[in-house]
């Protein structure tokens, strides 16, 4: 008889994804927990019952505690905590991803601002800034002039936050008005969808509105996508791929991804990929 190990399923708000992951959990008959994080604590010394931790929250900070915790008692975390950690930088996934050969835009980044409007020229105007952490496209902003990048740093200055003190500046892709939210299990692509801009925005994030369609998987999307996955230690992600002029670019890797969007357009049962993945780490022990 083989012995399952018990999974904490947890979570900050149930959010469709996490619903869709729930039944998929019933469905399988697995040896699982429920657990809102915010009501959890973490005593020492401890039992070490931790069994595995499926992660779902929706806080950066709190998942990355989290993971951090459970692996440090003795536990597992999926995804892993430093894929977490890696994931929820920016700066720190391209790095790794360049090292590794992966693809990605030509990329700058700067620790003040003085440098970052000198960074400029290198990836060209007009250009892309992001924050190093965040999600849903917030604070990431298009600059046609260095008049813009300092608009933007003094915007920045004012918020008095140390990270946005680190600026990621990449080039501008010429994609054509979408970008590609692959979304990898384990060794497979499973699922992909088109973003597509709408309106004035030229942001294609479905989170704002985006609209999307299935995409047809072709080799060099699957091993762009699996390679980015991999190259920062995740089980599974959303990885997020542009088109362009010389191919393929990944843009970012998310560790926690929501699929709703990605499951409804394709058809694809995505929480059911997901699910067994963790029903064959947890058998696995």
């Known amino acids: 008889m083989v012995l399952i190990e018990v999974v904490h ?79 929820n930088n920016k700066a720190v996934t391209l790095a790794i991803l360049s090292r590794l050969g992966v693809p990605i835009p030509n990329s700058v980044i700067a620790l003040s601002g003085r440098v970052a ?30 008049d813009d990048m300092d608009l933007l740093i003094r915007h920045r200055n004012s918020m008095e936050n140390p990270q946005y003190g680190t600026y990621l500046l990449q080039e501008f892709v010429k994609k054509p008005g979408r970008d590609i939210r692959v979304t990898v299990v384990g060794d497979r692509a499973v699922a992909a969808i088109y973003r597509y801009v709408v309106g004035d925005d030229w942001r294609t994030n479905t989170a704002r509105g985006g609209k999307a369609e299935a995409v047809r998987i072709d080799p060099e999307l699957e091993d762009i996508s699996v390679k980015a996955t991999k190259a ?33 357009v394709t058809g694809v049962n995505v929480a059911r990929h997901i699910a067994e993945l963790v029903l064959d780490m947890a058998r696995r022990g």
């Open 232 to 264: 920062i230690g995740a089980y599974y992600a959303g990885v997020d791929v542009v088109e362009s002029d010389g191919g393929y670019k990944i843009l970012e890797v998310n560790t926690v991804p929501e699929f709703k969007n990605v499951q409804r």
């Open 9 to 87: 399923f947890l979570y900050d708000v149930i959010r469709l994804d996490e619903k869709l992951l729930i039944r998929e959990f019933d469905n399988l008959r697995m040896n699982y927990r429920l657990i809102n994080a915010e009501e959890l604590t973490f005593e020492f010394p401890n039992s070490n019952d931790m069994g595995i931790a499926f992660i779902r929250t929706v806080s950066q900070h709190r998942t990355q505690m989290l993971s951090q915790l459970y692996e440090a008692i003795g536990g597992r975390s999926i995804n892993p905590a430093m894929s977490i950690l890696i994931g």
């Open 117 to 146: 409007i000198r960074s400029l020229n290198r990836v060209g105007i007009p250009a892309i800034v992001k924050p190093v952490h965040g999600s849903w496209g917030r604070l990431v902003s298009l600059l046609g002039s260095s």
